[in-house]
């Protein structure tokens, strides 16, 4: 049994690099947009209506990984999603696309957290839950990995075959992570019925614990509106590379890798920066930064104009060490994991209407006005929010609430 909870760690990491090593990514929405015939503001409103979905579905797939098996979760969420992506391959009208995108979002929760949850239940078993952190962190390395490997593919394959083509390659490649996944052994955990039990207890504490601390109810949301407005961004990437006159193909793909490298490097960088400057700091420079890049966007007509959307990755990539750290310093610890969830649903509420908007307003007026729109919410909403966090966030410190990093006050 030793060795097969030891496999377990291995199979992990295979696995995380098959979920997201995914070639149809750099093409995805070209595919819908050019192909299929489907406008921005379509495809905009439909993923909107994914990340809401996935964010309700996560509690009952967290009972099926509880009660029959993160395991046997993960494998189903691969499974589910192949169908979703054979859907999404046949996608003519906005039901069949919506529903290949509520597939997608339950094929999300399924996998969600069950592989993490499967590790540290296995490391626990063998005597090594102190390598967890260490284990967890090369598994997220892969995902980084899978996803720039498939990208740095996708444009190059999608010439030689087709667009459709590369959708099709996904669903094999789905295919062969659940069969990892179905490789990997059940380790001890606790029993359905008192995690469930629990999960429902600790989510109604949690959003007491969110409500009644101002300034964590008001970093939520200034998380989820920066995290929102700058991820909006992503769905106009390829749309911007077709209109500055780059086809599909290597270039296309080369291109939209350094966002994803972008991205780690903020997420790598942003502990230190913290330690440095504090909250208060960063969070007003990846307002100014934000709104800086969608200016950028709006009003450079050339390729160059590229160039920001790296800067909206890095940015963006701050938020979750930001906004996780200020929770782990604040909440206890079984009411952690539930909080953090919170910021989920938050970057979902503000994705999802400024997604379908900035979609529809690119779909009539072009690109750069859906950029500037997007640059005007993030500015507006930082207007209002990052005062009301900062005010709530000093009175916090001045009764003696938990500090947060060096510098927060600065």
């Given at each position: 049994m030793r060795r097969s909870l030891e496999l377990n760690i291995r199979l992990f990491y295979i696995y995380r690099f098959l979920r997201d090593a995914q070639v149809w990514i750099p093409v995805w929405v070209v595919f819908l947009t050019v192909e299929q015939g489907f406008s921005l503001a379509e495809v905009t409103a439909a993923d909107g209506l994914y990340f809401l979905a996935t964010v309700f579905l996560e509690v009952p797939t967290g009972a099926v990984a509880d009660r029959w098996g993160r395991s046997l979760s993960v494998g189903l969420g691969c499974l589910v999603m192949v169908v979703a992506l054979g859907t999404f391959a046949f996608?003519?009208?906005?039901?069949?696309?919506?529903?290949s995108f509520m597939l997608w979002a339950l094929a999300a929760a399924l996998m969600s957290g069950a592989d993490l949850a499967l590790l540290y239940d296995s490391l626990q078993a063998i005597g090594r839950e102190d390598e967890y952190e260490r284990h967890a962190g090369r598994g997220e390395a892969a995902v980084w990995i899978g996803v720039a490997a498939a990208t740095s593919v996708g444009g190059p394959l999608a010439v030689l075959t087709s667009l459709r083509f590369t959708v099709f390659v996904g669903m094999a490649v789905y295919l062969v992570a659940a069969s990892v996944a179905f490789l990997m052994v059940e380790a001890p955990h606790r029993s359905a019925s008192e995690v469930v039990t629990r999960y429902f207890g600790n989510m109604t504490q949690a959003f007491r614990i969110a409500w009644r601390d101002e300034a964590l109810r008001w970093l939520v949301a200034f998380g989820g509106l920066i995290s929102g407005a700058m991820g909006a961004a992503m769905y106009f990437v390829q749309p911007l590379l077709l209109d500055r006159g780059v086809e599909v193909g290597p270039a296309f793909s080369s291109l939209q890798v350094v966002p994803w490298l972008a991205a780690a490097l903020g997420a790598f960088m942003v502990a230190s920066v913290l330690r440095r400057v504090g909250e208060a700091t960063v969070l007003c420079v990846l307002a100014t930064g934000g709104v800086a890049a969608y200016v950028g966007l709006a009003t450079v007509p050339t390729l160059a104009a590229f160039a920001f959307v790296p800067v909206l990755a890095l940015?963006?990539?701050?938020?979750?060490?930001?906004?996780?750290?200020?929770?782990?310093?604040?909440?206890?610890?079984?009411?952690?994991?539930?909080?953090?969830?919170?910021?989920?649903?938050?970057?979902?509420?503000?994705?999802?209407?400024?997604?379908?908007?900035?979609?529809?307003?690119a779909d009539r007026e072009g690109l750069p006005a859906a950029f500037a729109m997007l640059g005007a919410a993030l500015a507006v909403g930082a207007l209002i929010l990052g005062p009301v966090w900062l005010r709530a966030h000093r009175r916090a410190a001045s009764v003696g609430a938990p500090a947060l990093v060096s510098g927060a006050e600065a």
């Open positions: 996608a003519t009208t906005f039901a069949v696309m919506l529903a940015l963006e990539s701050t938020i979750i060490p930001l906004t996780t750290g200020y929770v782990n310093r604040r909440v206890p610890s079984e009411q952690r994991a539930t909080v953090l969830s919170l910021e989920s649903l938050s970057r979902g509420l503000f994705i999802a209407p400024l997604g379908p908007l900035a979609g529809a307003v």
